[in-house]
């Protein structure tokens, strides 16, 4: 079967290890990377640049451990800083249509990275290459899954490119 263009090329990255959920009243949104977090992080992104992806866009929760996740990327990239966003509907409770109405709004084959969080990523993985159906995948901590989204409308489509593990790309660094 013919592979079909992409209208985008969609990465979606889950947030290295974070620290232990806060104490009840405590703000998990500050919950921030650990520092096997952080350096697993610094690896992926290292594997990234070794693989030549591109991107137009960064666009990460505004949560702690997403944003520090997101900016390494974007560092080791070489991303400019207007093309690193926090965007809200990438929060555990984000809205995914809002989030595909932004992603629809890109060029034909833009290459957009978007860091989350679990189960909302692996939701929307599900959402967009199985119809929400049968199919499922589980992201792991710094996991990466590539999607060429076919369509956005009537509903968002997409064929599952890759799925790497944290492991996978450690190997692709070394």
Do not use: N
Request: aromatic share 4%; net charge positive.
């Amino acid at each position: 079967m013919p592979q079909v263009p992409a209208h985008v090329d969609l990465y979606l990255l889950r947030h290295g290890e974070a620290g232990k959920r806060l104490a009840a009243g405590s703000k998990d949104s500050e919950r921030a990377l650990t520092v096997t977090g952080t350096k697993e992080v610094e690896e992926i992104a290292g594997a990234l640049a070794k693989l030549g992806i591109k991107l137009d866009l960064v666009a990460t929760s505004p949560l702690a451990r997403a944003r520090q996740t997101a900016g390494m990327v974007a560092k080791k990239l070489k991303i400019k800083k207007d093309k690193l966003q926090e965007w809200d509907e990438l929060k555990p409770e984000g809205s995914r249509a809002k989030l595909y109405d932004r992603l629809a709004r890109f060029k034909p084959e833009a290459s957009v990275m978007v860091v989350g969080h679990e189960p909302y990523l692996s939701s929307m993985v599900s959402e967009l290459v199985f119809d929400g159906q049968k199919g499922r995948i589980v992201l792991k901590k710094a996991g990466l899954v590539r999607v060429g989204i076919i369509s956005f409308r009537p509903r968002p489509k997409g064929e599952l490119r890759w799925l790497l593990t944290p492991r996978h790309m450690k190997m692709m660094e070394a």
